[in-house]
């Protein structure tokens, strides 16, 4: 099966540049994250959807940063313009369906994440 | 965000070694969840742990929930080469939102 796919897995670009990422998650998966993780640090959530909605973008620094899912499959995460500080690795993951996933009377999502997209913004 | 602290930041192992790490946070958390990322890719999920006091093992790890919801640790027995990486810890404590560490690195000692 295959996993959570990201394209591209590297991009230099250079400051007021726009640039995009994108992920096409595990076949069936409906949740779909973009993640932020900067050099030494752990992945933080920037955007989630199910299916086509951002169910929680509260952490999307919304200036900037825009997130598509039309069609509730593949996804995209824009950045205009770049700053240097954007710098990072941006990952995607997915999780099953909600009625999947219940454990204990609660909701637990295990999320599998992509490779990730390495930007240097210079 | 919830602070989670990864214990040590950084260690190197020889082969054959046993290796602990551990996270401390400050909140309680109702699962804890045990990544490793390899240079280049993303993190893959090693252990999940779902109750307090649970103790799991898949193959050479093993890793515990603490009994008071506010730490877990990850054992790695008797070390290979491709165990290098950087492990990072992770709380959830409902749904979906989970709480990273900054990661331990784990390197081969020459």
């Known amino acids: 099966e295959a996993g959570v796919v990201q394209s591209p897995r590297y991009k230099i670009i250079e400051k007021k540049q726009p640039v995009a990422f994108w992920c096409n998650p595990i076949?069936?998966?409906?949740?779909l994250y973009w993640y932020r993780q900067n050099l030494g640090q752990g992945p933080e959530l920037l955007i989630r959807?199910?299916?086509?909605?951002?169910?929680?973008d509260s952490q999307l620094p919304k200036d900037r940063f825009s997130a598509e899912r039309l069609k509730g499959v593949d996804s995209t995460l824009k950045i205009q313009p770049a700053e240097l500080g954007d710098s990072a690795v941006y990952l995607c993951?997915?999780?099953?369906?909600?009625?999947?996933?219940?454990?204990?009377?609660?909701?637990?999502?295990?999320?599998?994440f992509g490779p990730g997209t390495r930007l240097l913004v210079l | 965000g919830q602070q989670l602290n990864q214990s040590p930041q950084s260690m190197f192992i020889q082969e054959g070694e046993d290796v602990s790490m551990n996270c401390t946070s400050s909140?309680?958390?109702?699962?804890w969840l045990w990544y490793k990322q390899d240079p280049g890719e993303g993190p893959v999920l090693l252990i999940a742990?779902?109750?307090?006091?649970e103790l799991t093992s898949n193959g050479r790890l093993t890793a515990q929930f603490g009994i008071t919801r506010k730490d877990s640790f990850l054992n790695i027995s008797a070390s290979i080469p491709s165990d290098v990486g950087i492990y990072f810890c992770?709380?959830?404590?409902?749904?979906?939102?989970?709480?990273f560490g900054a990661g331990t690195t784990v390197t081969v000692r020459a």
């Open positions: 993951a997915s999780s099953f369906p909600r009625t999947a996933r219940l454990l204990a009377g609660t909701y637990q999502e295990t999320q599998y």
């Open positions: 959807y199910e299916n086509e909605e951002a169910v929680d």
């Open positions: 742990l779902y109750k307090a006091g």
């Open positions: 076949s069936g998966h409906n949740t």
């Open positions: 909140s309680i958390f109702n699962t």
């Open positions: 992770a709380g959830q404590l409902r749904d979906y939102k989970l709480s």
